[in-house]
Protein backbone atom coordinates (compact mmCIF):
# COMPACT_ATOMS: atom_id res chain seq x y z
CA UNK A 1 0.00 0.00 0.00
CA UNK A 2 3.04 2.00 0.82
CA UNK A 3 4.53 1.26 -2.64
CA UNK A 4 1.19 2.66 -4.10
CA UNK A 5 1.46 5.73 -2.54
CA UNK A 6 5.05 6.77 -3.56
CA UNK A 7 4.61 6.05 -6.80
CA UNK A 8 1.43 8.12 -7.05
CA UNK A 9 3.07 11.02 -5.58
CA UNK A 10 6.15 10.44 -8.09
CA UNK A 11 3.78 10.61 -11.10
CA UNK A 12 1.93 13.55 -9.79
CA UNK A 13 5.17 15.41 -9.13
CA UNK A 14 6.24 14.03 -12.57
CA UNK A 15 2.79 15.63 -14.11
CA UNK A 16 3.74 18.81 -12.22
CA UNK A 17 7.20 18.60 -13.36
CA UNK A 18 5.78 18.13 -17.42
CA UNK A 19 3.25 20.78 -16.57
CA UNK A 20 5.78 23.37 -15.88
CA UNK A 21 8.00 22.72 -18.63
CA UNK A 22 5.15 23.36 -21.10
CA UNK A 23 4.22 26.35 -19.58
CA UNK A 24 7.44 27.67 -19.67
CA UNK A 25 7.68 26.70 -23.34
CA UNK A 26 4.34 28.37 -24.05
CA UNK A 27 5.36 31.56 -21.58
CA UNK A 28 8.44 31.52 -24.44
CA UNK A 29 6.54 31.13 -27.57
CA UNK A 30 4.41 33.75 -26.65
CA UNK A 31 7.29 36.13 -25.74
CA UNK A 32 9.03 35.22 -29.15
CA UNK A 33 5.70 35.82 -31.22
CA UNK A 34 5.40 39.08 -29.32
CA UNK A 35 8.64 40.34 -30.35
CA UNK A 36 8.41 39.59 -33.64
CA UNK A 37 5.06 41.34 -33.60
CA UNK A 38 6.79 44.70 -32.06
CA UNK A 39 9.65 44.56 -34.88
CA UNK A 40 7.34 43.89 -37.86
CA UNK A 41 5.57 47.21 -36.52
CA UNK A 42 8.74 49.03 -35.61
CA UNK A 43 9.97 48.03 -39.67
CA UNK A 44 6.51 48.89 -40.89
CA UNK A 45 7.30 52.36 -39.25
CA UNK A 46 10.67 52.95 -40.51
CA UNK A 47 9.37 52.16 -44.00
CA UNK A 48 6.18 54.85 -43.21
CA UNK A 49 9.61 58.00 -42.33
CA UNK A 50 11.83 56.80 -45.67
CA UNK A 51 8.41 56.25 -47.61
CA UNK A 52 7.24 60.23 -46.12
CA UNK A 53 11.08 60.99 -46.24
CA UNK A 54 11.36 60.05 -50.33
CA UNK A 55 7.88 62.18 -50.89
CA UNK A 56 9.43 65.34 -49.26
CA UNK A 57 12.47 65.15 -51.46
CA UNK A 58 10.28 64.61 -54.41
CA UNK A 59 8.67 68.02 -53.61
CA UNK A 60 11.71 69.10 -52.76
CA UNK A 61 13.04 68.83 -56.28
CA UNK A 62 9.81 69.78 -58.21
CA UNK A 63 9.61 73.07 -56.24
CA UNK A 64 13.30 73.88 -57.32
CA UNK A 65 12.46 72.76 -60.94
CA UNK A 66 9.62 74.89 -60.95
CA UNK A 67 11.70 77.82 -59.68
CA UNK A 68 13.97 77.16 -62.45
CA UNK A 69 11.54 77.45 -64.96
CA UNK A 70 9.73 80.44 -63.57
CA UNK A 71 13.47 81.95 -63.71
CA UNK A 72 13.43 81.03 -67.36
CA UNK A 73 10.05 82.36 -67.85
CA UNK A 74 11.21 85.65 -66.56
CA UNK A 75 14.07 86.08 -68.53
CA UNK A 76 12.29 84.97 -71.38
CA UNK A 77 9.71 88.03 -70.87
CA UNK A 78 12.56 90.42 -69.99
CA UNK A 79 14.16 89.46 -73.51
CA UNK A 80 11.08 89.60 -75.21
CA UNK A 81 9.99 93.12 -73.75
CA UNK A 82 13.74 94.57 -74.66
CA UNK A 83 13.05 93.42 -78.05
CA UNK A 84 9.27 95.06 -78.60
CA UNK A 85 10.95 98.58 -77.18
CA UNK A 86 11.53 100.88 -79.70
CA UNK A 87 15.23 101.39 -80.46
CA UNK A 88 16.68 104.43 -78.43
CA UNK A 89 19.91 105.88 -78.25
CA UNK A 90 21.78 104.35 -75.86
CA UNK A 91 22.55 108.04 -73.64
CA UNK A 92 19.28 108.20 -73.04
CA UNK A 93 18.31 103.42 -72.32
CA UNK A 94 17.56 104.08 -68.75
CA UNK A 95 20.08 101.60 -67.97
CA UNK A 96 22.85 103.76 -69.59
CA UNK A 97 25.24 105.65 -67.43
CA UNK A 98 25.35 109.07 -66.86
CA UNK A 99 28.75 109.77 -68.10
CA UNK A 100 29.14 109.35 -71.62
CA UNK A 101 31.18 106.52 -72.61
CA UNK A 102 33.22 108.24 -75.68
CA UNK A 103 33.82 111.28 -77.28
CA UNK A 104 32.51 109.44 -80.36
CA UNK A 105 28.94 110.88 -80.34
CA UNK A 106 30.35 114.49 -79.85
CA UNK A 107 32.18 114.45 -83.52
Do not use: G
Not at 68 to 93: C, F, G, V
Request: proline share 4%; aromatic share 0%.
Amino acid sequence: REEALKRQQLEQEHERRRQEREDAVRKQQEALQKEAARRREQAQAFERVQHHHQQLLDEEEACEEEAREDERRRERLDREKLLQQPNMPISRHPHATAAPLSNASSA
